[in-house]
């Protein structure tokens, strides 16, 4: 699923390709995503994340919602819809199989379009007002976004939870923003086992656990994102970051730290990654 810095790294691409534009038309090949239809005549005044949603701002009352969901990602291009056919135009970028599982297409007035590739259709559409869509349940629960908590927040959150710190940080309603892939390098780079419950961390860990966040966000969004899956940004491109792995997918390899080899087990039908000897407390 996309995370922070792959939603962040939309954002700003979009905001940069299609803000001022104009939906003129609308297309879909999934009931699910049959909101897109409202968007049509509305002009895009700017785009935004909250936690991993994308906010179109649609004029000054009205909210397009995205959540790419764990296959999903926005392109910028130009397709040509011939029924249930979509045939990709340009970027080159965009004949990439991964980039080629389109359900919705928004058409600009400059010709530009805006399609949603998703190979699993899990993605979610909502278009509301403004007050709608801030009020949605989803968006309500929400904790605090990874890059702006501060620390009294962060203790706060994190010690009433009775899971291991690794469901903590994949927690939505506790810290918004972090999944599998970020999760998994931030308790390396802390090094705190993934299996610790969060309400047993001690104030030095949760203060070195809050300073390693931003750091490993920030560092995934300047690369433009991870890769390893469906991800790719709005020209149909790969994000760095899979190079700079520090845990996660790297079960067998050796700890970049320590030597020892890097183990994999399944925790919340996901799999952790860490390393036994430097994670081992």
Not at 239 to 258: F, H, M, N, T
């Amino acid at each position: 699923m996309p995370e922070l810095p792959e939603v962040q790294t939309t954002v700003d691409d979009l905001n940069r390709k299609v803000r001022g534009r104009r939906i003129v038309a609308a297309w879909h090949d999934w009931p699910k995503f049959k909101a897109v239809e409202k968007a049509k005549g509305h002009t895009i005044s700017g785009v935004r994340r909250l936690a991993k949603n994308i906010l179109f701002h649609l004029g000054d009352s009205h909210l397009l919602l995205v959540h790419q969901k764990m296959t999903g990602h926005l392109l910028v291009g130009k397709w040509q819809i011939e029924g249930r056919k979509i045939i990709p135009l340009a970027p080159a970028e965009l004949k990439e199989k991964v980039n080629n599982y389109i359900h919705f297409i928004l058409t600009l007035d400059n010709g530009q379009m805006i399609g949603f590739s998703d190979l699993r259709k899990f993605g979610k559409v909502v278009f509301g007002t403004k007050e709608e869509i801030e009020d949605l349940p989803d968006l309500k629960k929400l904790g605090p976004d990874a890059l702006a908590v501060n620390y009294r927040q962060f203790a706060e959150r994190v010690r009433k939870r009775r899971k291991t710190i690794y469901q903590t940080l994949m927690d939505q309603t506790v810290i918004s923003g972090i999944g599998n892939i970020y999760a998994n390098d931030i308790l390396w780079q802390a090094r705190l086992s993934p299996f610790k419950l969060a309400s047993r961390l001690t104030g030095a860990e949760l203060k070195l656990l809050h300073r390693t966040i931003k750091p490993i966000l920030v560092k995934a969004f300047k690369a433009r994102g991870t890769s390893i899956d469906d991800y790719r940004d709005t020209a149909g491109k790969k994000g760095r970051y899979a190079a700079s792995r520090l845990v996660y997918q790297r079960e067998g390899e050796s700890c970049r730290r320590c030597r020892a080899t890097i183990l994999r087990k399944k925790q919340g039908g996901r799999s952790v990654h860490y390393c036994p000897k430097c994670q081992g407390r």
